[in-house]
């Protein structure tokens, strides 16, 4: 259960698939030769696309709960089907919890958690229609698993997240699998805004144990695997795509103090 006969004949909405982690998803389903289309408040500088085809872009402020049932309605009308949904669009500033107001926190919690909810169920209404049902892919991160300074709402947002998933997993079976990607860091073109220029994106890949940051390539292979018949067993799961995680501060900590003696 939770994808359509072909390949080709698949349907994947990607949102926020414009660029980033979301544009190497969209670019890894176009390599399959599905039909994507990606959407955000606004267009891409350069169609996403790849040697098998471009994306088709549609506009939807996916905080807008009207506007993105509407998206998925026209979808619908379009292509008469949806098999795959990557729930992509989110991510936060840096800000110390008690030093942000409390509305854009909120705003940060909506974006990251209930805009998927909202699409979720838009994609569902669609999805259950179709005798090969379909498949919902979440967009999580360690900063769900983990404390996450500095973003906290963030952080809160893809543990819910997560959690969402694995409800939406039991209540849409068997027909449509729901599942999270689990990302940790990953190399895109505002990778300097969070890590700072080359030599510090280097010093940040030094902490990750495979040494190097994600590339968005990698994320979209593992998203396509999700949603692949190969993975037609696996739904309420998490994926981790992380480079193994992060090193535990302690052990740098006891080396240097082993130094010290």
Known sequence: MGGAEGESDRVVVVTGGTRGVGAGIARAFLDTGARVVVCARRPPERPVATDRGSARFLPVDLRDADGVRA????????????????????GSPFQPLGEGADERHARILGLNLLAPLTASLAAYRVMR????????????????TRPSPGTAAYGAAKAGLENLARTMAVEWA?????????????????????????????????????????????????????ASPDAAYITGASLLVHGGGERPAFLDAAAAHHKER
């Open 174 to 226: 068997p027909a449509i699998r729901v599942n999270t990607l689990v990302l940790g860091m990953v190399r895109t073109a505002s990778a300097h805004l969070h890590y700072g220029d080359e030599d510090g994106v280097a010093a940040v890949a030094r902490t990750v144990p495979a040494g190097r940051l994600a590339e968005p390539a990698e994320i979209g292979a593992a998203a396509v695997f999700l």
């Open 129 to 144: 229609r179709q005798p090969e049902g379909g498949c919902v892919l979440m967009t999580g991160s360690v900063s769900g």
């Open 71 to 90: 998206f998925f309605t026209r979808v619908d009308e379009t292509y008469g089907r949806l098999d795959v949904l990557v729930n992509n669009a989110g």
